[in-house]
């Protein structure tokens, strides 16, 4: 009954979201230009999708992101969570939207403070949401740092960022946006900065999390190909417009809009 | 384990810190000077004689050239001039950095609110620092001197301070501007971490090497401030300090006749200002960026 | 007839950890008009040997050991004055950043005629100029986008004028180091069509090297697969990336997703990256391959000749037993 529910409402909802950039009037310079980044995007995830977003640089696919964990906020549209509206949520009910949200972002380099220790990177999302005591939170750290690879979770625990390879820090990354549990994560570009041996690691690696946790992913890409072997929803994004949205098997093998026909054309192949 | 983490840097920084020569110079000048400013605690117990502001050689009536007894002479009333070279040097540490670290403590803080909050608390905390930048701060406190008399040198101190922190400011609030967007910080802020604590827990272990370089650089244009201050008449008078001594040489009339007595406090004033530049250069290589990207690539 | 030819090179660089063996004794050829493809992952040292061949080396680099052929002289002994008037007349190279190959306040046209007239003084500004269009002419941007700036022309486009600007001088050799990883796949798609037709057009050789192994096949004939500064594997590209042999190229393909991969293919891990500071002067990829033999670990494996034209860094041992799979 309940799973019947949770299949109705979509964890995500979208409707009518459009994100304009204006550069301000300046002195020399009345009115104002503006860059329509997002143009009316309506889009719906269920629970335990793992739903891509393709889209090339420019695209806005970021910036969609960035607006699901309200780091940014749309011009105009509404966005629900689990059927409530979080376009105005604010102090305590955005810190509560955002434990169940959570974010792994492009660059392993940059999104760890190279002064803080992986143990501290991690616990971080448990101290300000003051979960558990701190001999749980140790332990839950630990056991988050397993989960994710870094086995065993006691050796990587004291080390700092700059000790690690690139891949290992991205699961330091994964560690800390699953600690908490969330509902729904947004991995933007998770494995561009990463060689292909390690990123189809990494791909297994939110593959397995996904299951063992029911999480639902939202993954943003550039590359087609791997949203179509981690995702089992694809929207391809141009210039702000969602043009094609649907299965990926079925908007890999018959896609409907121009765009996205020369995307698949474009793909380099490996068959002789 | 954090603890280690920081002394490890330390450690690395110190490193390329020693080899360079200029920090080398620096470190040395600088350790003469504090051996200086700590004899002045104990020369005065020698001899009541030997006490910079009220001790007076009975027996000499006027300035002395150095002798057995006084090694850098005595001043017109009989006073050693080593003793209140001594005096001076400890004044020149504690005007240097506590103003500086005054400075260097408003700076960083209002620096990284500022960068990190932005919006109207940016532009009022900034225009603030640019009405305080443009005013030539020896001028004020010559003014605020002759209005209210003269200071005792913890107001001094402060003064400065308040006259130097927006330069500290402009610079972290730069820092925090490009750390703001650096995605560590986002994840931070999407794990729920309030604005205090990015602000203290993300910035400011990022931006702490670069307020320290810009105190060594403070710690200097304190020292000559105050120094100039008195010279001209305006400081403590109940302190030693080297600027003081040279207002008294210029008084007395001896600035011509009293080499022994105008040249130490002079060439003490140059040098420990340059043993905090050196220092401030030395630092500027270990966190040069360049050097920087290679440790943390390692 | 052979125009580049690289025995033994070994490249080093200084570090504070010590030296760095960035690449490591490595021997191929290059004919005239033709392509080589240099694949491998980040740190295997494929930028190394592109910048060893322009004389680009950072301070602290070195040429440890080996030769470099080209047309006859030997690039490994040049002098600075040398490879100055060598760079960009008989090599030139395509970099990866396009962004930054330009100066943002010279006129693009103006930046490619300067390449010319760095070769050419005595040429004549009008003969440049003639040169300068048909080289555009040849990248395919319009002529009424010649006199722009940088800024103005979009990623595409300034990749196809650094390759006009690679043209300049009509080189013998274009090394493109990673040409088109900053750019969008249609994008990507096109400049490699280019780079394909200027190969054809003007029967010039080309190094390319990417992380990007579909990318890597689509343009060259002949393949190297690089792991921890050394050679793996190299062969015809039909014989490389159809029948991979060296268990590290076999990791690489499968790891390469394309949209008909498997959602459960099985991908080795690869385990330690390489020490490229403390050589054992063995395999560098022992610690993470199948063969468990020690000898690797010690003992450089050799080359094994699979086909005339068809090779592997390994030993017998694991090609067997791969065979058997």
Known sequence: ?272 | MAKNHYLERFQKGWKIFILNPLGKTGIILLIIFMLMAISSFFIPLLDPMYDPMTGIDPLIKESMPPSFQHWLGTDNVGRDLFAQLMEGAKVAFIVGLASAFVSIVLGTIIGMISGYVGGITDRILMRAADIIMIMPSLVVLLILASLFGQFNIWIIVFIIAIMRWPAVSRVIRSQALSLKSRPFIEASKVAGASDIRIIFRHILPNVLPLAFLYMTFRVTSAILVEAALSFLGFGDPSQVSWGMMLQWVWKSGHMFQAPYWLLPPGICISLLTLSFYLLGRAMDEVLDPRLRKEEERK | MTLLKVENLSVGYKTKKGLLNAVNNISFTLEQGKSLGFVGESGCGKTTIGMTLMGLLPENANILQGDIYFNGSNLAHFNDEKWRNFRGKEISMIFQAAMNAMNPVIRVDEQVMEAIEVHNPDMPRNEIHTKVKKLFNMVEIPENRLKDYPHQYSGGMKQRAIIAMALACNPKLIIADEPTTALDAIVQDQILKEIKEIKKGLNTSIIFISHDIAVVADVCEDICVMYGGQIVEKGKREEVFKYPRHPYTKTLLASYLNLDSDKDIKVPEIQKPPNLITLTGGCNFSASCICKSKNCINHAPEWVNLSPTHQAFCCEETLGKDKND
């Open chain 1, 1 to 272: 009954m309940i799973e019947n529910d949770n299949k109705l409402t979509p964890i995500i909802e979208l409707n009518g979201i459009t994100k304009e950039y204006c550069a301000k009037a300046t002195f020399f310079s009345k009115g104002y230009t503006s860059v329509m980044a997002l143009d009316n995007i309506n889009l719906a995830i269920q629970k335990g999708d793992i739903f891509g977003l393709v889209g090339q640089s420019g695209s806005g696919k970021t910036t969609l992101g960035r607006l699901l964990l309200k780091l940014e906020s749309p011009t105009k549209g509404i966005m629900k969570f689990n059927g409530k509206s979080i376009n105005d949520l604010k102090g305590k009910g955005l810190k509560t939207y955002r434990s169940k949200v959570q974010m792994i972002f492009q660059d392993p380099y940059q999104s760890l403070n190279p002064h803080l220790s992986i143990a501290e990177t991690i616990l971080e999302p448990l101290i300000v949401n003051k979960i558990g005591d701190h001999n749980s939170r140790k332990e839950k750290a630990i056991e988050t740092l397993d989960t994710v690879g870094l086995t065993p979770g006691k050796e990587y625990y004291d080390r700092y960022p700059h000790q690690l390879s690139g891949g290992q820090r991205q699961r330091v990354a994964i560690a800390r946006a699953i600690v908490l549990d969330p509902e729904f994560i947004v991995a933007d570009e998770p494995t561009s900065m990463l060689d292909a041996t390690i990123a189809i690691q990494l791909f297994k690696l939110l593959q397995q999390i996904k299951e063992k946790y029911n999480m639902t992913f939202f993954f943003i890409t550039h590359n087609l190909a791997a949203a179509k072997y981690l995702c089992n929803k694809i929207a391809v994004i141009h210039n702000g417009i969602i043009v094609e949205n649907g299965p990926s098997d079925q908007v890999i093998q018959h896609p409907e809009h121009p765009y996205t026909k020369q995307l698949i054309q474009a793909q380099p192949k490996l068959n002789f």
